[in-house]
């Protein structure tokens, strides 16, 4: 199986290039009021351009009234909605009505709750206790969830673990955001090319069944 693989966070329409022509399937831009990747609608717009619909752009917030995020993503022509933290079954319903492709991220601090779908969510991102931070968390407790489908494993990643994590836990995906960064907010070109490339190998070895 081939990993699927986000970056997110991105600010610069060079950023979303960069990605995609290393192989990411899907870009993010942030929403969040106090996330130093936060970015106007005007940005987003450059940024989801950038890619041209050639992979998933996903519209991310954590404070944002769910319908809000979703008429963004419509406006800027971003393909999805990722709805993190406390948000309800009924927020994902309004925000599906406006853009039908709808993503949660949690973490283990803040639900137990791991069944991708539960919210009507098409897939599931799960996080570090404290999100965006770039901390490591502890992927030994995943081994008394028996998670499957379209999960994503985020918090902590960078191009020398992210290939360690994948092989730890066997997420269907891996996001990226401050592992690929010099400072916050502000994107490393040559640590996406990394990460993707990094990720990419690991799938790539699974498929011709080489152990790495």
């Known amino acids: 199986?081939?990993?699927?693989?986000?970056?997110?966070?991105?600010r610069h329409p060079e950023e979303a290039e960069v990605a995609l022509a290393a192989g990411a399937d899907a870009i993010g831009v942030v929403f969040s009021q106090k996330s130093p990747r936060r970015v106007s609608v005007d940005e987003a717009?450059?940024?989801?351009?950038?890619?041209?619909?050639?992979?998933?752009?996903?519209?991310?917030?954590n404070d944002l009234d769910a319908a809000e995020a979703a008429q963004i993503a419509r406006e800027i022509g971003a393909s999805v909605v990722q709805l993190h933290g406390s948000y309800t079954a009924e927020d994902f319903d309004r925000a599906r009505a406006i853009?039908?492709?709808?993503?949660?991220?949690?973490?283990?601090?803040?639900t137990d709750e791991l069944t991708v779908g539960a919210y009507g969510d098409?897939?599931?991102?799960?996080?570090?206790?404290?999100?965006g931070s770039g901390e490591r968390w502890d992927l030994s407790a995943l081994a008394a969830h028996n998670l499957s489908g379209h999960w994503?494993?985020?918090?902590?990643?960078n191009p020398d673990n992210v290939a360690a994590a994948i092989a730890d836990v066997h997420p269907w995906g891996v996001d990226v955001s401050?592992?690929?960064?010099?400072?916050?907010?502000?994107?490393?070109?040559?640590k996406i090319r990394?990460?993707?490339?990094s990720a990419r190998g690991v799938s790539d070895a699974a498929a011709e069944g080489v152990v790495a």
Do not use: N
């Open 1 to 10: 199986m081939t990993m699927y693989v986000k970056v997110c966070g991105l």
């Open 45 to 61: 717009r450059a940024v989801v351009a950038a890619v041209a619909g050639r992979i998933d752009t996903v519209v991310v917030t």
């Open 99 to 110: 853009v039908p492709r709808v993503w949660r991220a949690t973490s283990l601090a803040e």
């Open 122 to 131: 098409e897939a599931m991102l799960l996080d570090a206790p404290r999100p």
């Open 152 to 157: 994503l494993l985020a918090g902590g990643l």
């Open 178 to 190: 401050s592992g690929v960064e010099s400072a916050p907010g502000v994107k490393d070109l040559d």
């Open 194 to 197: 990394a990460f993707v490339a």
